[in-house]
């Protein structure tokens, strides 16, 4: 069965630095979102994608972040000085075009910020 | 937007229980309804869905009603298994050009051999 894959499993950077995130979403997908959870705390929506632009974004998603999709099979998340409150494990996710479709979540990367 | 209530846990059952878990919502328009599982140190996989009213959506022994006049969701297993330990999530989505979910709180639950 298809996967959504993401690399890293887990990254450590220092507080400022810039991280991406990597994700590569079911290829016949059309809609791209990331959701983080920060340890011990529910998942929350950050952002979602559809046709080259942000459809959605929540409060969490502010200036320091963006999302990309550089070519047709990666889908990046970049925080661009981090934070220590930006620790949590970032899930990506793809869905098909109908309403019905579930959300296909990859194993997560687990962002430590130092 | 969307938002999600559901059972507060831990729960913690002896193998063979019967689990309901308590899910309802508030929601514009017509969502469709997900049971998201996430089992201990790993992503979010999903456990059953339904699309509308009165459908039931099942996975490994685990069944869930959409219920539109209570707007509920609950989830039910006749007898849970040690395997069942996990975070489960109940979480409707959204129409329009977005179809994101909003999920709840989780609910752990424990299942003692």
């Known amino acids: 069965e298809p996967e959504v894959t993401q690399t890293p499993s887990h990254q450590v950077t220092q507080m400022g630095q810039e991280v991406i995130l990597r994700c590569v979403p079911i290829?016949?997908?059309?809609?791209f979102y990331w959701y983080r959870q920060i340890l011990g705390q529910k998942v929350e929506f950050l952002v979602s994608?559809?046709?080259?632009?942000?459809?959605?974004k929540s409060e969490i998603f502010d200036d320091q972040f963006s999302v990309e999709r550089p070519d047709g099979s990666n889908f990046t998340l970049k925080i661009r000085s981090t934070k220590l409150e930006d620790s949590a494990m970032y899930f990506c996710?793809?869905?098909?075009?109908?309403?019905?479709?579930?959300?296909?979540f990859g194993n997560g990367t687990r962002l430590t910020v130092t | 937007g969307n938002s999600v209530t559901q059972m507060e846990g831990p729960v913690t059952l002896s193998e063979e229980a019967f689990l309901t878990i308590n899910c309802t919502y508030t929601?514009?328009?017509?969502?469709?309804l997900f049971w998201y599982v996430q089992y201990p140190g790993e992503g979010l996989q999903l456990l059953l869905k339904?699309?509308?009213?009165?459908d039931k959506g099942s996975n490994k022994g685990f069944e869930a009603t959409y219920r539109k006049e209570t707007t509920s969701f609950h989830l039910e297993k006749g007898s849970v298994q040690v395997s069942d330990s996990a975070v489960y999530f109940c979480?409707?989505?959204?129409?329009?050009?977005?179809?994101?979910?909003?999920f709840g709180k989780g609910t752990l639950l424990t299942v003692n051999p």
């Open positions: 929601a514009t328009g017509y969502p469709s």
């Open positions: 996710a793809s869905s098909e075009w109908t309403g019905a479709s579930p959300l296909h």
């Open positions: 994608f559809y046709n080259n632009e942000i459809s959605e």
């Open positions: 290829s016949n997908h059309l809609y």
């Open positions: 339904a699309t509308k009213a009165d």
């Open positions: 979480a409707p989505n959204s129409g329009g050009s977005n179809y994101k979910l909003t």
